[in-house]
Each structure stands twice: as structure tokens, then as C-alpha cells.
């Protein structure tokens, strides 16, 4: 008898340690994360009915934030159409039947003057603070134009879903307020559309998922800045197909972004930019296990500072944002390049903490591809134990004051590169090059550049001198 009690205290304790855990995002040094914890599991059915479910929805969604946190709106088997919804302060789940078997169609015809006289963004489902968690479904869009306006003709729905701690019209610039967001199991299509938005292809979506500040247009200056917003990201086991852009998340602070996980990644296809992280301070970003397909002529993943938005505030970067890069496949078919990093902010800003950029444990399928990995402004970035194979340009592209990286132990050997493995331009300085045996394959115009184990092309610049200096402080990269 006490070894059946045993047993079922262990059972329940490991209960209670997933059904905890479900949620939560792992731990990291960002104090008073305060995330928000799912406490009940009310549930809310809401069933098909084969024309506007917009209605049923909101419903549910209100019927769920009375019942408390935790609770579930549930979606059956079947096609849902939505129309237009902003959905504020819900802290629960939407939960599917599984992609393809329930599927979110989003309905045409949103009227667009209605939205910009209250400077919103035309996104077509938001959420604007709380803690939801999104799952097993397919949303997508019809074929044909989604908006309709009189005063913007050509204007375009911006995206299928927006994550936002407030908005234009509901507590503006509340640094108090915030949002988590977590998605697993869910599908996004879009369409094809002649005279739509895009650089290489058109489409009636341009954005499938899109996080950070609900104001337009994001090109006004404002009396009042909008400050950046607390946003906890999490994706993971989700696909991307026929959008401009997959993913972009913009404008966030003091926060942790998670795109993928080992063995839970995302698929990007058919994009003509797979996404981005735009304009954050203060980020700890995990991405890794994702599988990104990028076709030709079009863009990989960009992370980047950029000043894009006017209507934020000019915040300085407390914290050194980190960008973990891992176990990734990008598969370049003719496309400009896999990786595009910035951090403007080394120049601008040169006495706050400069971003890290940990490039690990990759592999680049180069097919006829442009560029692998393409640095501006980036410092002490570390490139470690990627695989490059097929053929393309340039493996790696350091431009525009690059400063003090590390490439050590990537596989450049199983690749033929037209140009060579590495481009370094005239403001590029104190990179380490560590192994290998690339004979005129590395085009060197920086300054202080060194390289070890590897026969370089020089013009203008001798390389460095010295290997150790450089490396021991980029120690606490090396992990």
C-alpha cells in the first residue's frame, strides 16, 4: 500500500510540474518579468456557422476573461470566417481542433478609414494586452483584396494577427501594461495577388504575424513618443506560407522573444522576407530549430535597430540585447542572403552595451545564393561550428564598422563560393578567423583582421598580428 501511494504522489507531483510549466517562459537575468499564470480552465465552445462567426467569438472571449484567468475558448472542427477583432486584457487560450482541421478564414472587406481615423494599424485580429496562448489551427485568407477605403485606395491588409500591450485608442504609452504571447501548432496562409504589396512577389497579407505598437502610420512624428512595449514572445511548431513578411516583431523591450525550440521549430515558405526583430532594447531572443526556405530573389531573417519608426521614443539600450542563433537550416534558392544583421547603434550610441550576436551550429544550403550571413555595425559577434554547403557568393559578408567577431570552427569546405568565404570591406577591424585552409578564398580591406590556419587574399591591409589578444575577450561569448 505505501508503495501505491508512493507511486501516486510521484505521478501527481509530475502532474503538477507540466501542468505549471506549460506556459511559462524559461527563466533568464530580466528582473520582474511578472508574467501573468493560468489559474482556471473554464471553457467556452464556439462552433461554426458557416458565415460571420465574428460575433460568436467575441462572445466567448468576453465570457472567458468573467470566468477569470485560464479559462479556454475552444474551437471546433470546421471553417470559422472573423471579421475585424481587438480583443483586450484576455489572459487564456484559443485553443483548435488541429491545423487543417479547424481553419480561421478571415473575411474581406474591412474598411480601413474607420480604423486610421483612430490612428490603428489594419491588422485584422488583435490582442492588446493579457497572456494568450494560441494553438492548433490553420487562419488564412480568402483570395482576392481584404480592405476596402476611400481615402487609401491601394492599401492592403497589414496582417493577420497583432500583438500589442496597448494601442492607439485604448491606454496609450502605459509602460505599466504588457503582454505574453505564446503560439504552438498553428498555420498561416496567404494569397497570391496581382498589383498587392511586395518586393518580389504580390499578396493580399503582408505581415502574417506582427507584435510591438498599434499606431498609424509608424512614419508621423509625435508630440509623444510612444515607448517602446513589454511583450514575452513565444512561437513554436508554426508555419509560415505566402506573405511578405512571416513574422516581425517590432518596438518591444525588456523582454524575451523564443522563435522555435529544438525539435519544435518553425517553417517559413514562400516569403519574400522570412521576418525580423526590428528596434527592440533590452532582448533576450532564442532562435533555433526553424527551417527557412527562402526563394529567389527574396530575403532571409533580419535582426536589426534600425531607427524604421518615428512615432517611438529614442530609448537607449540599458542592457546588451542577445541574439541566439542556433540549429537553424536555411535553405537559399537563388536568394539575396540567409542572415542579415545590424546593430546601428555601435555607431550612434558607441558608449551603450553593444548587441550580441551568437551565429551557431547552422547550416546554410547555398543555391545560388547571393550571401549567407551579412553584418553592418555589429561588435564581437561570434560565428561558431556552421555548415555551409552547395553554392552561392560570399559565406559570410562583414561590412559597415563590423568590429571584433570571431569565426571559429565552421565548415566552409563542403561549399563553392564564386566570390569567396569571406568579404571584409575597408571600415571592417579586429576580426579573428580561427582554422582552415581557404587559399584566396578571403578578401581582407579591413584593418587588424587576423587570421590563423588559413592562407588569405589581402589588398590594401595586412591582417593582424596577434590571435590571443583577441580572443580572450570573447570569452564569455564562447558558451
Not at 521576418?275 to 533590452?282: L, M, V
Not at 532571409?300 to 541574439?323: C, I
Not at 578578401?443 to 595586412?462: C, H, I, Q, R
Request: aromatic residues 12%; glycine residues 10%.
Amino acid at each position: 500500500m505505501k508503495t501505491k501511494k508512493l507511486i501516486f504522489l510521484i505521478f501527481a507531483c509530475f502532474g503538477l510540474l507540466f501542468g505549471c510549466n506549460q506556459y511559462e517562459m524559461p527563466d533568464d537575468d530580466l528582473a520582474d518579468l511578472d508574467l501573468k499564470k493560468a489559474t482556471k480552465a473554464a471553457v467556452f465552445v464556439v462552433e461554426p456557422n458557416g458565415a460571420d462567426d465574428t460575433p460568436a467569438f467575441m462572445q466567448a472571449f468576453e465570457d472567458a476573461k468573467t470566468a477569470g484567468p485560464g479559462s479556454v475558448v475552444q474551437l471546433c472542427e470546421g471553417e470559422y470566417h472573423v471579421g475585424h477583432m481587438q480583443i483586450r486584457d484576455f489572459c487564456g487560450a484559443l485553443k483548435g481542433a488541429g491545423k487543417g482541421k479547424t481553419i480561421i478564414t478571415v473575411l474581406p472587406g474591412l474598411y480601413l478609414d474607420d480604423l486610421f481615423a483612430q490612428n490603428l494599424f489594419h491588422c485584422m485580429v488583435k490582442f492588446v494586452g493579457g497572456d494568450v496562448h494560441l494553438s492548433h489551427f490553420t487562419m488564412q485568407t480568402p483570395p482576392g483584396k481584404l480592405t476596402e477605403s476611400t481615402g487609401w485606395p491601394n492599401m492592403h491588409l497589414n496582417s493577420l494577427l497583432n500583438f500589442s500591450a496597448f494601442s492607439a485608442n485604448y491606454e496609450t504609452g502605459n509602460e505599466s501594461r504588457s503582454i505574453n504571447v505564446v503560439i504552438d501548432n498553428v498555420n498561416f496562409r496567404g494569397q497570391y495577388l496581382e498589383g498587392g504589396p511586395g518586393y518580389v512577389n504580390h499578396y493580399n497579407c503582408y505581415i502574417a504575424v506582427r507584435a510591438g505598437f498599434d499606431y498609424f502610420p509608424p512614419a508621423t512624428v509625435l508630440d509623444n513618443p510612444l515607448p517602446r512595449e513589454k511583450i514575452d514572445f513565444k512561437i513554436t511548431n508554426c508555419e509560415f506560407n505566402t506573405f511578405v513578411y512571416g513574422m516581425v516583431l517590432n518596438g518591444m523591450k525588456n523582454n524575451r522573444i523564443i522563435i522555435g525550440e529544438n525539435n519544435k521549430g518553425n517553417i517559413f515558405n514562400n516569403l519574400d522576407q522570412q521576418g525580423g526583430i526590428w528596434e527592440g532594447r533590452n532582448t533576450l531572443v532564442s532562435i533555433e530549430g526553424n527551417t527557412f526556405n527562402i526563394p529567389e530573389s527574396s530575403y532571409g531573417f533580419y535582426l536589426d535597430d534600425w531607427p524604421w519608426y518615428m512615432v517611438l521614443k529614442d530609448e537607449p539600450s540599458e542592457k546588451a540585447t542577445v541574439f541566439n542563433v542556433q540549429n537553424n537550416r536555411f535553405n537559399m534558392t537563388h536568394s539575396n542572403q540567409a542572415l542579415f544583421l545590424r546593430n546601428r547603434r555601435t555607431s550612434t550610441n558607441p558608449e551603450e552595451p553593444a548587441a550580441i550576436f551568437q551565429v551557431r551550429n547552422n547550416q546554410f544550403n547555398m543555391d545560388g545564393c547571393e550571401r549567407g550571413i551579412h553584418s553592418n555595425f555589429t561588435k564581437g559577434m561570434v560565428i561558431r561550428n556552421n555548415k555551409f554547403t552547395g553554392h552561392g557568393g560570399w559565406a559570410l559578408y562583414l561590412i559597415n564598422s563590423s568590429q571584433g567577431g570571431l569565426v571559429q570552427g565552421n565548415n566552409f569546405s563542403t561549399a563553392e563560393f564564386e566570390n569567396g568565404v569571406a568579404y571584409l570591406n575597408e571600415s571592417t577591424s579586429d576580426w579573428t578567423f580561427v582554422g582552415g585552409n581557404f587559399k584566396d578564398k578571403v578578401t581582407d580591406l579591413g584593418t587588424n583582421n587576423v587570421f590563423t590556419g588559413m592562407n588569405v587574399s589581402t589588398a590594401e591591409e595586412p591582417p593582424g598580428q596577434s590571435i590571443s589578444e583577441k580572443i580572450v575577450p570573447m570569452n564569455h561569448l564562447m558558451e
